[in-house]
Each structure stands twice: as structure tokens, then as C-alpha cells.
């Protein structure tokens, strides 16, 4: 049973003739919605725009895949920040089974270019495998803090986390990888993986994150930590959102990205859904405040 209550004309995002979105990062860009989202079929980062979070328009590429750099066959996964007057981009760039973690600015926040040739974060420890993928970015008291995934790049295994001064250089924690599975929980035996983290006054830091039953079948999760970094807990409502049978999203609910709306008393979650090899990008909602 879902915990919130999926959209009854889900999907809200993809068609057929746009092709598979997926892993979506939604913001309050001013006064509409601003969806950063993954363009599967263009190999792509796109951004579109909603004034409900339901009806969104045509999607845009900010960030084209770049096959010379050697590390960005595929671009996807990215979070968008404004920082002042600049639009920061953290994002995935994939090639040879690898996965690195990119960075690129705007002063329009449709068009994007890279600083840099190379990426700003790339797998080096061993639980990290082949990638860091899924970069989630937060700006407090001067200090950019990351949570990204690490591990295998068709799924990752593990959700880790960085600080930086200036959003370029990272320093991963010595502690990391900071989220595991727990083989306990049923909604995520196999593994753990792409998060949103988000800071509430009195929840402390809630993680959203992909839980996996096996590596075919995932649930949207949360689980909250008074730093962000340790003592993570689970809420006892997990799985907020699970497949539904002989649905868009029968095989696997991925990637949550969500907004608390304040004068509506509700929770906004939008997530990928899978069937078979087809994605969408659909839209839930929890009324009331406590997810624990």
C-alpha cells in the first residue's frame, strides 16, 4: 500500500514521442516549478517548467552529452542550485561502465557550460566500484554538502556524502559510505540508492531515497538524521510509494525528488516509474507534516 497517494492521471511527465525522463530534481525557481531531469533518448540533461507541479512544459536540453571529454557518453542524474545570480549544476557523466560526477553554470538556468574539462568527483575507494553518480547538493552557512551514490553503475550500492567550499573541490567523509541497506527491511534487501536530501526544522535532515527489493524492483523510502551524516532512521511508513500491478510504474517506483508545500499542508513527491523498459516521471502527495 502506497503511504502517499499517487496522481490519478500519473504520468505527468514523458510521452512516447519525447521518450524515457527519469531521476527528476524539482525547486521553487522564483514563482513556478522547475524540474532538472534526465533526457534518456538525447543522452542529455533537460529542465522544464509547471505552475502546479502536474502540467509541465516541453522539455529543454541545458547540458548536452560531450563524447570527445571522454567521460560523457551519457550526462543525466543532476541537481540544480541558484546561488546568487548563478545557476550551479552538479551532475553524472557516464562512459565505459563508469559513472563521475560533473559540474557546470548558467546565468539563465537553461544554458549550461562546463568550467572544466575533467570531472570534479570520480570513484576511488573501493566501495565506490566503478561510479558516483547522483549528486544532491545543499548550501548552508557557506559549506556545499553532497550525498550522491556510489557503486555499480546500473544500480548503485550505497549513498555517501562530501563538503566543499566552493562546490568544486570535494572532501569526501572519512565515514562514508554514510547509508547502507538494511537486509532487515524487505523494500530494500538488495541495495540503497539515489537520494534527495532536505533540511526541515524539526525532522532534522529526511532522506528520500530508491530502496530495492532485488535489483529489478524498487520503492520510494525516508529516513531521517539530526546531522545529515550519521544515526540515520528509518520511518516506520516505508515504503511511501510502491508499483502499482499492470501500472505505468508496475515494475519499479525510482528516484524521489520532493517539495514540502507549506499553505497546503502536504507533501509533493515526484518519482520515475518503470514498466518493463518504459520511464515516466509521476506525481504523489502525503497531507500532514510527520512522515514518522
Avoid at 69 to 95: F, P
Avoid at 195 to 220: E, S
Amino acid at each position: 500500500m502506497n503511504v502517499f497517494e499517487k496522481f490519478s492521471e500519473n504520468p505527468v511527465f514523458g510521452s512516447d514521442e519525447i521518450g524515457t525522463m527519469f531521476d527528476a530534481y524539482v525547486w521553487r525557481d522564483g514563482d513556478r516549478y522547475r524540474m532538472d531531469i534526465s533526457w534518456r533518448d538525447r543522452r542529455s540533461c533537460a529542465v522544464a517548467f509547471s505552475n502546479d507541479g502536474i502540467a509541465w512544459s516541453d522539455p529543454v536540453i541545458t547540458l548536452q552529452n560531450d563524447p570527445a571529454s571522454g567521460w560523457e557518453d551519457h550526462v543525466n542524474r543532476n541537481c540544480v542550485l541558484k546561488i546568487g545570480d548563478v545557476y550551479k549544476m552538479w551532475y553524472t557523466g557516464q562512459a565505459r561502465d563508469h559513472s563521475f560526477i560533473g559540474y557546470a553554470e548558467s546565468t539563465d538556468g537553461v544554458h549550461f557550460s562546463r568550467p572544466f574539462r575533467e570531472p570534479i568527483m570520480v570513484p576511488e575507494y573501493p566501495w565506490e566500484n566503478a561510479s558516483v553518480m547522483n549528486p544532491c547538493v545543499l548550501f548552508e552557512n557557506g559549506l556545499y554538502r553532497m550525498w550522491y551514490s556510489a557503486g555499480e553503475t546500473y544500480e548503485p550500492n550505497v549513498n555517501a556524502y562530501a563538503e566543499s567550499v566552493d562546490g568544486i573541490v570535494w572532501k569526501k567523509s572519512r565515514i562514508n559510505p554514510v547509508f547502507v541497506r538494511e537486509k532487515k527491511n524487505a523494500y530494500e534487501r538488495e541495495r540503497v540508492g539515489g537520494c534527495q536530501v532536505i533540511r526541515t526544522d524539526d525532522m532534522g535532515y529526511l532522506m528520500f531515497y530508491i530502496g530495492y527489493r532485488d535489483i529489478d524492483t524498487a520503492c520510494v523510502c525516508v529516513a531521517r538524521s539530526e546531522n545529515g551524516i550519521t544515526c540515520w532512521e528509518r520511518s516506520p511508513m516505508n515504503p511511501l510509494v510502491v508499483p502499482s500491478p499492470d501500472a505505468w510504474d508496475a515494475d519499479s517506483c525510482y528516484k524521489p525528488t520532493v517539495l514540502w508545500n507549506e499553505s497546503k499542508n502536504k507533501w509533493m513527491l515526484w518519482y520515475n516509474g518503470r514498466n518493463h523498459h518504459v520511464e515516466r516521471i509521476g506525481y504523489a502527495e502525503f497531507h500532514g507534516r510527520d512522515l514518522f
